[in-house]
């Protein structure tokens, strides 16, 4: 028969990796709204502030949901 070693998901780094994209989640609806928002209101203020914490945003809800799936992927795989 088979002789190699059964292996089994890690439940610790899967219970990890979900949490990231359910982090991930929300974050990317409110960057998109916030990015959104900066180029519909171009004539005041909150376009300075608001458009650089947008793009940050969206750079970690990116790393988020990378970083999520690939470690559900390393749970089940390895």
Do not use: C
Request: aromatic content about 12%; cysteine-free; hydrophobic content about 50%.
């Amino acid at each position: 028969m088979n002789n190699r070693p059964q292996r089994h998901t890690d439940k610790q780094l899967l219970v990890k990796g979900l949490k990231r994209l359910a982090l991930a989640l929300p974050l990317l609806v409110l960057t998109t709204y916030a990015f959104t928002f900066t180029f519909l209101n171009k004539e005041t203020i909150p376009i300075y502030y608001l458009l650089p914490l947008a793009i940050l945003g969206m750079a970690a809800t990116i790393y988020l949901l990378f970083n999520g799936i690939k470690l559900i992927l390393k749970s089940l795989f390895n």
